[in-house]
Each structure stands twice: as structure tokens, then as C-alpha cells.
């Protein structure tokens, strides 16, 4: 099978200072959306087994993984991308509490995490967020993080989210991937415009060793909140842009572990291109952060101290763009219309409990509902 190339980069929130509209879909644009199944509550068990047997030696043998292209994205030239509806936002779901950790005096969000999933033998990891849904069930990645392109669509294995993942460990429990919601586009024609995924998780797991036995962790957004999503923004307003970076720079002068969540600053461009996934659309950043960091979150008004804002791209390609072995630009999908409407798709979906009351998991659908 072939290995794809890794990236070589790599309580509601108040509406203030972005363009807002009533969330509802635009009028023109329905666009096909692909829904797909990622695990089913029974598969849970030996999922969850697979990644946190050995001391999770699994989780920290996972290599980065990125979108195959030929050469680092270039911005074409300066102007805005032109929104198929009006711009809109979705409020977050905050989470209170102390603050888990402070870097240059940026509070990192509860819900940024790590993605892990298999193809073949392979191990391999990105990034995501969770993000507001009715069920606070839902995560936001890339696409190409769902599916397996290369391996002719065909989605992902041992899917799973870990919220606040540092140094092998899940703070917050761990969230196997239920069904995932992509754009039509993406799944068909592999289509870098379109590189963003929703996925619906099952509710967190909790593994007591000392007994052998798994507890319910609760809903994912009941437990470190949910982003907003904000569309059809203009491009060029300020984002922090956060990720698990695992590949080394080309010169080697700087590596990556993908152990602890890393972040970028900076106001976004527009267009940026690269043919070879069909990219032509796509907003970029400077930004040195490596493979691994795919599906991260650009996040929109940023409230340090309530680690929430919108959120309004992840993490698609990256390069290096001038020459000197390091990585210095990221890109994400433009978040329009179409986008808003894969995340409604995927909004209303419900996951449930895969945990019987004897601690053992591996029940089935029904009983999941």
C-alpha cells in the first residue's frame, strides 16, 4: 500500500467583531455531502484495547500523516475569496474552570486533541477540536484525516480523538470515531478546497487498570466544551492556529516530538494554490508547524481566558516556501457555505454510551442509542 507523503510544514461566545448572520443554511447551496461509518459501538472494545494496551505504546509509535503534494503551496495574489452566502456563525460551548496550562500567555484550549488511526499496519496521527454540536459529540479535522485517498476512499482505521493530549496521556478520556461527514467533493475528487471533516464520537472512555475495567467519561463537549465554527468570513481578521507538529524540519535542526500542543499567531492570505491536490482556494499562514499538525484548528476570536472563539479552518497542507529546509506556511480549506452545511449534517447526530454497567464495553448499536 501506498504511504502517503507527510506534511512537510507537515456558554456561548458573544458575535462581536465578526460578520454574523442567522445560522441557517444558504438558500443556493446544498451541497452533496458524504456520511460514512467509522466504527459501530460493538468494535469499541478492541479499538480501545489496540491503542491503550502496553502503556499506550501504540499512541506513541503513531507517525505524522499529511495530504500528498508535489510542492509547497504559493500565494497567487492578494484579494478576498468570493462567499456563496452570507457570512454566519455558531456560538461555542465554554468549559469553566482552572486553566490547564499557559504558554507565552496563551491559554491552551481543553479542546484541541489528537487524532490516531490506522491504515494497514500503519500508525499515524493528526489534530482536531472538538466543536459545538446539539449532543456535544462532534470533532473537526481535515479530511484527508477521515479518508484514505490513497487507498481509493476508503475511511480510516481505529479511529479515535484525545482531547488534551500530552505525553501519551488523556486527560479527558478517549473518543472513539463514529460516523464521519465530508464533502463530496473531497471524497471524489480529492479536493484540497474542500479538506475538512465532522465527526461524530461515541462518549469518552476511561480505562481503570487496576480493576480491567472501563468507566464513561461522559459526552466530549460536556467535558472540555466546544468551538464555535464561523463562515463566509473575511480572510486577513487574526487566528491562532493550534496542532500536535510530529515530523522533524528538513534540516533536522529542529524535531517535533507530537507529544504536546503547539500554536501559531498570525492574520491569514488569500488565495493560496497548489495543482497537485486541486487547491485553489485555500487561505494560508505563516506558520513553521510540521505533519501530524493536519486537522488542527484556526480559531477566530480566541478568548485566552475562556479558551474558546470560532472556529475557521483546519490545518490542510504546508511547505516550505523558500528554500532553506524548514517549513514557513500553512493552508486551510476557505469555511463557506458548504462547509456549514457538512457541519449540519453531522450537527444533529447522536452517539451515546458504549459502556455496560459491568464496566465491559462492545454493546450493540441499539442499546448505543
Excluded at 250 to 275: H, I, R, T
Amino acid at each position: 500500500m501506498k504511504k502517503r507523503a507527510l506534511l512537510p510544514l507537515g456558554g456561548a461566545v458573544a458575535a462581536a467583531g465578526l460578520a454574523a448572520a442567522a445560522v441557517t443554511i444558504p438558500a443556493q447551496a446544498a451541497p452533496s455531502t458524504s456520511a460514512a461509518r467509522l466504527s459501530s459501538a460493538a468494535a469499541a472494545a478492541d479499538i480501545l484495547d489496540f491503542w491503550t494496551e502496553n502503556d499506550g505504546a501504540n499512541l506513541k509509535s503513531a507517525e505524522p500523516y499529511g495530504m500528498e503534494h508535489k510542492s509547497a503551496p504559493k500565494l497567487v495574489s492578494k484579494g478576498g475569496p468570493a462567499a456563496d452566502g452570507k457570512p454566519g456563525v455558531v456560538p461555542a460551548i465554554g468549559q469553566g474552570g482552572k486553566a490547564a496550562g499557559v504558554t507565552k500567555n496563551v491559554n491552551l484550549p481543553k479542546t484541541a486533541g489528537r487524532v490516531f488511526f490506522t491504515i494497514g499496519d500503519g500508525l499515524y496521527s493528526c489534530s482536531g477540536s472538538s466543536i459545538q454540536s446539539r449532543y456535544r459529540n462532534l470533532v473537526a479535522t481535515a479530511a484527508h484525516c477521515v479518508y484514505d485517498i490513497a487507498g481509493d476512499a476508503s475511511t480510516m482505521k481505529r479511529w479515535i480523538f484525545i482531547p488534551g493530549y500530552y505525553d501519551g496521556k488523556a486527560p479527558w478520556g478517549i473518543y472513539v470515531g463514529k460516523t464521519a461527514h465530508t464533502h463530496h467533493d473531497f471524497e471524489v475528487y480529492e479536493d484540497a478546497d474542500h479538506d475538512y471533516a465532522f465527526v461524530t464520537v461515541y462518549n469518552g472512555i476511561v480505562r481503570d487498570h487496576a480493576k480491567k475495567t472501563w468507566s464513561d467519561a461522559g459526552r466530549l463537549g460536556d467535558k472540555v466544551g466546544g468551538q464555535g465554527l464561523a463562515y463566509n468570513q473575511k480572510v486577513g481578521a487574526p487566528v491562532f492556529v493550534f496542532g500536535y507538529p510530529a515530523a522533524p524540519q528538513a534540516d533536522g535542526q529542529y524535531a517535533w516530538s507530537g507529544e504536546k500542543l503547539k500554536w501559531c499567531y498570525g492574520k491569514p492570505f488569500f488565495p493560496v494554490q497548489e495543482s497537485s491536490v486541486k487547491a485553489e482556494e485555500q487561505i494560508g499562514l505563516k506558520c513553521a508547524m510540521t505533519g501530524g499538525s493536519s486537522g488542527g484548528p484556526w480559531i477566530l476570536k480566541y478568548q485566552s481566558s475562556r479558551r474558546i472563539g470560532y472556529i475557521n479552518g483546519v490545518t490542510s497542507l504546508g511547505g516550505d516556501t523558500d528554500g532553506d529546509n524548514r517549513s514557513d506556511l500553512i493552508t486551510s480549506a476557505y469555511f463557506d457555505g458548504e462547509t456549514y452545511a457538512v457541519y449540519k449534517s453531522a450537527y444533529s447526530l447522536w452517539s451515546g454510551s458504549i459502556v455496560r454497567r459491568d464496566g465491559s464495553l462492545g454493546i450493540t448499536e441499539t442499546q448505543a442509542r
